[in-house]
């Protein structure tokens, strides 16, 4: 499962391409939209979604995700895997933040996409998969 604030344009196509080349199967990830200014309501409507789903695994995408749910009780930041509820998670960059912080910064962009792909490895390896061969070309 997938959490954070919208994404569209860019961010969105971003987004596809890392799930696709997580070879996941359509109906295997789901994503949670979180409000941008995560109260406590947003933070109590995330964990209620999160728990409806059941996943096996979080990955939150971007800040304002992973600050609503450490105010729900988890214990999430990016780059290191937490948990919530028992259920294994972690954070990481929202597309939109490296396709804007890093537009004029290529190598910065790369840095931090090599990061976002670490923490999505990570994910599968948590439920026993891993990524197919990435493709060249």
Known sequence: MFASVKMDG?????FGKM????????????????PPSPGEDAARALAERIEKA???VLVLMGREAMVALNKAGGRVRRGAWGSFRSIPATATYHPAFMLRFWANDEKGLK??????W????????????????????
């Open 10 to 14: 860019a961010a969105a196509a971003l």
């Open 19 to 34: 799930v696709a080349a997580m070879g996941c199967a359509e109906g295997e990830t789901s994503f949670e939209e979180v």
């Open 54 to 56: 059941s996943p096996k």
């Open 111 to 116: 840095s931090a996409k090599g990061e976002v």
């Open 118 to 137: 670490k923490a999505l490895k990570e994910a599968l390896a948590s439920i026993g998969r891993v990524p197919p061969p990435v493709k060249k070309g």
